[in-house]
T-cell receptor
């Protein structure tokens, strides 16, 4: 069965700290896709990244980086030098091969304090 | 480029009234989704259209809910009659290439409150 677990319900950090949001997934497929979305207090859902199961290279985009490890079924998201504007709920999602459906995690609320 | 456009952003209405939510997908995207987000249930997929045709409506809660996509640039989600338990944020999302494993791009959502 497919499942996405974001065990951290809420995280609070002080501005400029680094923070890692965990995402652990379950799937029987060998081909699948993983996504991260950001939902700021204004409410919209913003697409951040898509990664397929054959690409285990870490990805960096500015202060954001993603660590994909198939061996531990994890796709963790790190924000370096966090800023108040990073405060949001972050969702991890899984899509198995050949499907349009996402399995969303329950989200992690990140609070970055000034 | 314009993203997914939803209207209204907020809707407050009384129980029993008809509610219509609107969505304009990203131009060129051929897949459209309606989601509902609540604290209790998180994000739930209500219905999925591909090339204006409803492919999967298994998430539609009951007959009070209906969705249409009369053309590639417009979709509606209607609730009639509305009930307080329908209060939620409703998102529309669109995607390209049949949506298979593609990123879904979400609108800003409609926050619906049924009194």
């Amino acid at each position: 069965a497919q499942k996405v677990t974001q065990a951290q319900t809420e995280i609070s950090v002080v501005e400029k700290e680094d923070v890692t949001l965990d995402c652990v997934y379950e799937t029987r497929d060998t081909t699948y896709y993983l996504f991260w979305y950001k939902q700021p207090p204004s409410g919209e859902l913003v697409f951040l990244i898509r990664r397929n199961s054959f690409d285990e290279q870490n990805e960096i985009s500015g202060r954001y980086s993603w660590n994909f490890q198939k061996s531990t079924s994890s796709f963790n998201f790190t924000i370096t030098a966090s800023q108040v504007v990073d405060s949001a709920v972050y969702f991890c999602a899984l899509s198995e091969s050949g499907t349009y459906k996402y399995i969303f995690g329950t989200g992690t609320r990140l609070k970055v304090l000034a | 480029d314009a993203g997914v456009i939803q209207s209204p952003r907020h809707e407050v209405t009384e129980m029993g009234q008809e509610v219509t939510l609107r969505c304009k997908p990203i131009s060129g995207h051929n897949s459209l989704f309606w989601y509902r987000q609540t604290m209790m249930r998180g994000l739930e997929l209500l219905i999925y259209f591909n090339n204006n045709v409803p492919i999967d409506d298994s998430g539609m809660p009951e007959d009070r809910f209906s969705a249409k996509m009369p053309n590639a640039s417009f979709s509606t989600l209607k609730i009639q009659p509305s009930e307080p338990r329908d209060s939620a944020v409703y998102f529309c999302a669109s995607s390209s290439a049949g949506a298979v494993n593609q990123p879904q791009h979400f609108g800003d959502g409609t926050r619906l409150s049924i009194l």
